[in-house]
């Protein structure tokens, strides 16, 4: 057995439960090379980039006991750790509870372990914490950076004896920092000038002490805000002197003083304490009857099914403009709204999941409609198209109806902000509510003080939260701010339940459709897309969800009838819907206006109106309304304007008059369609073929990009991410993490030879140790994407995630997903390897 002074010595004592933990709080069975040996364990979860993704996912505590723990250093023991964490109003036993629990925490992610009472840290938080509580770098980085002749300088300006071989000065000068009585001792003989300014550095350094991974705006350190001449040479005295005493090195912050985070502490007074909230800020809830909560969702359930439902047909009939910069505007999205009779919040919300879907469509420039997807996808059942929506909503980055940026500008539709949020906020304030069963909570402002506890290093405004808040009832995920069944499915990740669920709370299909004397159709449930086809086409929808409501008028019937359908047709399809026949006022409505329709007809001139009513034709002329199109009467059957037919069009119907348009000829210009009748008591719409045009032309061919010539290219990125089907499952042959655990400390591992083609990677990549380079070789052979630490040629350090990766000589070639475009990476300049969380 190793020595506890070392994470691969930690990993040989625990049991395989206790493994088993470590590995599924980083998904390390499933993700990553097959893992052959506990040494290849270590090295994996020693990689920065390992650590940084379990700190990032961390709650508060975790991150203030390890940044505790790595700003004591040396001195960090289990007693020590307890008095400097603020325990108030917490008494001493709850306290020592408190912190223990906490350690114990960070010890299931490998961040920090006990060895005794020493309490060791991981060596990869040091290369992505830099100054811990935001005080200072820990001796331990700086000392791996100097020069054994530096080393014996600290050590001699300390008193103490210099070891010949730099790994023993190194540790000799670990350890000095890591006794904190001596550095007092040591402090207290400056001079007097020396002693105030010292204790005037440390004392504005302790004032900034919180988590630098929650506040990295604090680790900006300066140790001179006082810039008078005085002040700027007392300064100068003290970095002189704490660099000849061994208390300081040489480079770093505070022009050219570098004070290591344990001098800070140990000089620290016995009154401050560092910040420590083991317990999450309180949540003000009542009583929520589940009862109430499974209406209240199923409710709106129904009514944003109706309004996304409504939405997306508009968008199918109609389109959106996109605007040149890209996305959709303001304007709009609210003549949109206004038109399909919702808010702007639930069309923006649909917009975004559908593109998510790949229901959304760039047909042609400037012109956004729907996909050839969506015919298919909305004859699906009801819970099967809902639950698309809301796992799709899931996966959006940003909150959709988030209108507004920090700044108040303006946040068009289907543009992809890369500067928002961090995505999955309506279910982590789902999990949050999936412990208060019963309960729902009172106030968004709890819920932001909740959220921050539980996400430190997550940057989300209250705004962001809100609008995740307000989408999650929409969804019916809460209702009346607790969780629904839905939501505790969805949150559990258990599709198959949430289905179940989605099911008995959404109204059928419904085939029922009941006619009103005021020229009304009204369809309860969820009507069925033929339905809708008919109803859409003949009036104007003026209610979504558990009761879907169409009215008809002479504008909506007249609508029908410039598009080209014939009366006839949508008579017999008006009552191929219900058994019972519509009202005789609604048959005659249609009549009517399709007798009145094209008694009046334009003729382009400019534009030419011609009637066989000459009544009518003299009232046209005398319509003070139409004075703008410059009518003329050239015969009493025929007028002649100045204005185009386009305009004399619009103008005779903004008038009331129920014009058509010819051609020179006297043809209509409208295409005939003919309605087709389906049986059951469905029917649905379809152009009249006439002749045979031939083969068609595949509304999905050519080529996508240069469709979207002309629009934002976030619009065509959201769309052209839009998947195709359900995202692949994980291969079930995957070890469990049990099951990992158990091969690992059982001694039969499989042997960490590195095969022949690792032998060269790693002759070319000197800088990778031997889980690295068996990472690295197993990406390429399994197309996995990876993190890599690499040194440009300038010199400077990046973090890359990489993917499609293949070996070209001493290169590594592979898409870089920061740069979007392939990428050449020397192997000798790679640094680190670890699997792409």
């Not at 670990?174 to 001596?182: C, E, I, K, S």
């Amino acid at each position: 057995m190793e020595s506890l002074t070392t994470l691969r010595g930690w990993l040989d004592t625990l049991e395989a439960d206790q493994l088993a933990l470590v590995l599924e709080r980083h998904g390390i069975e499933r993700t990553g090379a097959r893992l052959r040996t506990l040494d290849e364990l270590a090295m994996r979860l020693e990689h920065p980039g390992t650590m940084w993704q379990a700190l990032s996912l961390a709650p508060l505590p975790i991150l203030e006991v390890v940044e505790a723990v790595s700003a004591l250093g040396e001195a960090a023991t289990l007693a020590r750790l307890t008095e400097l964490l603020d325990r108030a109003p917490a008494p001493p036993v709850s306290h020592e509870r408190s912190v223990r629990h906490w350690v114990d925490a960070a010890a299931t992610a490998a961040m920090l372990w006990l060895d005794g009472d020493r309490v060791r840290l991981n060596p990869g938080i040091d290369q992505v914490l830099l100054a811990p509580l935001s005080l200072a770098q820990p001796a331990r980085a700086t000392i791996g950076q100097l020069t054994a002749d530096e080393l014996r300088a600290v050590l001699r300006g300390q008193g103490l004896d210099t070891p010949p071989r730099k790994a023993e000065l190194m540790t000799a000068a670990g350890a000095a920092f890591g006794r904190f009585a001596d550095l007092r001792r040591l402090a207290a003989t400056a001079p007097s000038t020396v002693l105030t300014t010292l204790h005037e550095v440390v004392g504005r350094r302790l004032a900034g002490a919180q988590p630098a991974l929650a506040h990295p705006e604090a680790t900006e350190l300066s140790d001179i805000e006082d810039l008078t001449a005085g002040y700027y040479a007392r300064f100068q005295e003290l970095s002189r002197w704490a660099t000849a005493t061994g208390l300081a090195f040489t480079a770093g912050w505070g022009y050219g003083l570098t004070l290591p985070s344990e001098v800070i502490l140990a000089l620290a007074p016995p009154s401050f304490h560092a910040p420590f909230h083991p317990e999450p800020p309180a949540l003000t809830t009542v009583a929520a009857a589940a009862e109430q909560t499974e209406r209240s969702a199923s409710a709106a359930l129904a009514q944003f099914l109706g309004a996304a439902m409504a939405v997306l047909e508009g968008l199918s009939r109609t389109g959106l403009k996109p605007l040149k910069a890209g996305g959709v505007g303001s304007r709009e999205l609210t003549r949109f709204a206004k038109e399909i009779g919702t808010d702007v919040a639930t069309v923006r919300l649909t917009l975004e999941v559908a593109a998510d879907i790949g229901l959304i469509g760039l047909p042609e420039p400037g012109r956004l409609t729907t996909s050839t997807r969506f015919e298919e996808w909305r004859r699906r059942p009801p819970h099967v198209r809902v639950l698309d929506i809301v796992l799709a909503w899931e996966r959006l980055p940003t909150p959709p109806t988030l209108a507004r940026d920090a700044d108040d500008s303006y946040r068009p539709a289907l543009l992809r902000h890369r500067d928002g949020a961090a995505g999955l906020l309506g279910i982590e304030l789902c999990r949050h509510m999936a412990h208060r069963a019963g309960r729902g909570a009172v106030s968004i402002a709890d819920l932001v003080d909740l959220f921050a506890w539980h996400n430190p290093t997550v940057t989300v405004s209250a705004v962001d939260l809100a609008c995740s808040w307000n989408e999650a009832h929409l969804l019916g995920l809460l209702a009346d701010g607790a969780l629904s069944s839905l939501g505790a499915a969805i949150t559990a990740q258990d599709r198959p339940a949430a289905l179940a669920r989605l099911e008995e709370l959404l109204p059928e299909e419904s085939g029922q459709v009941l006619f009103g004397s005021d020229l009304t159709v009204v369809v309860p449930g969820s009507p069925a897309p033929a339905t809708v086809d008919v109803l859409d086409l003949l009036g104007r929808r003026e209610g979504h969800g558990v009761a879907n409501t169409w009215r008809l008028s002479e504008g909506s019937v007249r609508d029908a009838l410039d598009a080209g359908y014939v009366v006839e047709d949508l008579v017999e399809a008006l009552r191929s819907l219900s058994e019972k026949a519509p009202p005789q006022a609604m048959e005659y409505l249609l009549r009517d206006v399709a007798r009145k329709h094209g008694r009046l007809s334009v003729r382009p001139a400019a534009a030419v109106l011609t009637s066989e009513d000459e009544g009518l034709l003299a009232e046209v002329a005398g319509e003070r309304r139409l004075r703008s199109l410059g009518l003329t009467i050239v015969t009493p059957t025929v007028l002649v304007a100045t204005a185009d037919p386009a305009r004399v069009l619009s103008g005779l119907r903004a008038a009331g008059y129920l014009p058509i348009e010819r051609e020179a000829d006297g043809a209509p210009v409208m295409e005939i369609r003919r309605l087709r009748v389906a049986g059951g008591g469905r029917a649905g719409t379809e152009p009249d073929p006439g002749p045979d045009p031939g083969p068609a032309e595949d509304p999905d061919g050519g080529d996508l990009t240069a469709e979207l010539a002309g629009i934002d290219a976030g619009l065509a990125e959201l769309l052209a991410e839009a998947p195709s089907g359900q995202a692949p499952r994980p291969d079930s042959a995957h070890e469990t993490a049990v099951e990992l655990a158990r091969r690992l400390l059982s001694g039969e591992s499989e042997p960490a030879t590195p095969t022949a083609h690792e032998q060269v990677i790693a002759g070319l990549a000197r800088r990778l140790n031997e889980g690295e380079v068996h990472e690295l070789v197993d990406a390429v052979a399994t197309s996995r994407p990876v993190l890599l630490t690499y040194r440009s040629q300038h010199g400077s350090v990046t973090s890359r995630v990489v993917s499609r990766l293949q070996f070209s000589g001493p290169h590594l070639l592979g898409y870089c997903h920061t740069k979007e475009a392939e990428r050449y990476f020397r192997l000798d300049r790679i640094l680190g390897v670890a699997p792409a969380g």
